[in-house]
């Protein structure tokens, strides 16, 4: 049996030192190593932080002539802008569990397709044994309820795509 005070004994050793680590063998096959840094093999291994990418500077300008640089006006296609969704989305406020209706059994606060105005109540989000209604920020029409009753919501997670111009 190991002697934790004894362990943490060497570990504040260790740290107060400028030792890497410490490796106790015992007559009996028992072995502690202690290391500040992770050992390569058989050990748990803890990632180093990653990396924060750093901006790229662009690239220094080419000396050719622009009708060098430019492609001929037939050799690319333009890119095509993706049209601009017309829903609105309303979030989740906090984490909890998403309810329909205020009881079980009763009609949904709203289905997909029905008209909405602005601080309707759409659903509730029950968090801490509190019922929280959550209200519609614009008025339209409900295209999307992207959650089911009584599961699990994050902070921010999308729960309707609401149509303005519906």
């Given at each position: ?10 570990v504040?050793?260790l740290?107060e030192?400028?030792?890497d ?6 007559d009996?096959g028992m072995k502690i190593r ?5 050992q390569?093999?058989g050990t748990?291994?803890?990632a180093p ?5 750093m901006p790229v500077?662009?690239p220094a300008p ?5 009708s060098?640089?430019?492609p001929?006006?037939?050799?690319v ?8 969704s ?7 406020p906090?984490v ?6 205020p009881?079980?059994?009763a009609?949904?606060?709203?289905t997909?397709?029905?008209?909405v105005?602005k601080?309707q109540i759409l659903?509730?989000i029950?968090?801490?044994k509190?019922?929280?209604?959550i209200?519609?920020?614009f ?7 992207l959650?089911e ?16 111009s519906?």
């Amino acid at each position: 049996m190991i002697d934790l005070r004894y362990v943490k004994k060497l570990v504040e050793m260790l740290d107060e030192s400028s030792v890497d680590s410490i490796e106790i063998s015992t007559d009996k096959g028992m072995k502690i190593r202690i290391s500040k840094t992770p050992q390569q093999r058989g050990t748990v291994q803890v990632a180093p932080p990653m990396p924060i990418p750093m901006p790229v500077a662009a690239p220094a300008p080419s000396r050719a002539t622009p009708s060098e640089s430019l492609p001929a006006v037939g050799d690319v296609e333009a890119p095509k802008a993706e049209p601009k969704s017309k829903m609105l989305e309303v979030k989740s406020p906090m984490v909890g569990t998403f309810y329909k209706s205020p009881e079980p059994g009763a009609p949904a606060y709203v289905t997909a397709g029905a008209r909405v105005s602005k601080g309707q109540i759409l659903c509730i989000i029950e968090a801490m044994k509190i019922m929280n209604e959550i209200e519609s920020e614009f008025s339209g029409v409900v295209r999307e309820i992207l959650v089911e009753d009584a599961h699990p919501v994050e902070y921010g997670q999308v729960l309707f795509r609401i149509d303005p111009s519906g």
